[in-house]
Nanobody, 125 residues
């Protein structure tokens, strides 16, 4: 699976952004999807995860209520809608795909087989 992430940018605190990640090469609906982020000097962390069918979701506590993950299996795309952005959301955001036969989300970094190239999100105060 090849993953292409887009939608990052430099924004002010309080605004919204939507990240997109388009997959190619395999059957998209066979994969649970996740969005991770990594800030300078920090470990990569899971922000949101979504099951194959899009019915099961997970959010990190730091983004719960502000971020929404969704997918369009017909378009082979997963989205991350980010509202009320804060300076602490500044990071490189990565999408990832995990092959799974279950309907669960995948919450561990090692569970993901494929990674996108990352898109920078910078939130100024």
């Amino acid at each position: 699976v090849q993953l292409q992430a887009s939608g990052g940018g430099l924004v002010q605190a309080g605004v919204s952004l939507r990240l997109s990640c388009t997959a190619s090469g395999r059957t998209f609906s066979d994969y649970a999807m996740g969005w991770f982020r990594q800030a300078p000097g920090r470990e990569r962390e899971l922000v949101a995860a979504l099951s194959r069918g899009g019915t099961v979701k997970f959010y990190a506590d730091s983004v719960k209520g502000r971020f929404t993950i969704s997918r369009d299996n017909a378009e082979n795309t997963v989205y991350l809608r980010m509202n009320s952005l804060k300076p602490e959301d500044t990071a490189v955001y990565y999408c990832a795909a995990a092959y799974t036969v279950s309907g669960a989300v995948v919450r561990t970094t090692v569970g993901y087989n494929y990674w996108g190239q990352g898109t920078q999100v910078t939130v100024s105060s």
